[in-house]
């Protein structure tokens, strides 16, 4: 059973900042990527950034320059740190694991439970 746990949401001013933390237990024996996703009321779940094994990182275009994702394969841990935060960043924001249990197993997608941010303008 892998399970992944967020924290750091909450409520800030725009241009504040957020540091947003997955760690993902369980019976994992290999991931490939993480990364962070997040949904506003009314619109569909939508890619923020996420990082492969390989060190690839790619970010929403919405995003870009100002979050800044980090991965630690030790832990098993993901990070996303969100600058200037605009009122447009208000959302449910998910982590996302590929990972897979043993090598003989394929991989799979894991979410987190969500943790909410919102941007008071």
């Known amino acids: 059973q892998v399970q992944l746990v967020e924290s750091g949401g909450g409520l800030v001013q725009a241009e504040g900042s957020l540091r947003l933390s997955c760690a993902a237990s369980?019976?994992?024996?290999?991931?490939?990527?993480m990364g962070w996703y997040r949904q506003a009321p009314g619109k569909q779940r939508e890619l923020v950034a996420q990082t492969t094994n390989g060190g690839r990182t790619d970010y929403a275009d919405s995003v870009r320059g100002r979050f800044t994702i980090s991965r630690d394969n030790a832990k098993n841990t993901v990070s996303l740190q969100m600058n200037s935060l605009k009122a447009e960043d208000t959302a449910v924001y998910f982590c996302?694991?590929?990972?897979?249990?043993?090598?003989?197993?394929?991989?799979?997608?894991?979410w987190g439970q969500g943790t909410q941010v919102t941007v008071s303008s």
């Open positions: 369980g019976i994992i024996s290999s991931i490939n990527t």
């Open positions: 996302n694991v590929v990972g897979r249990v043993g090598v003989l197993s394929n991989y799979r997608t894991y």
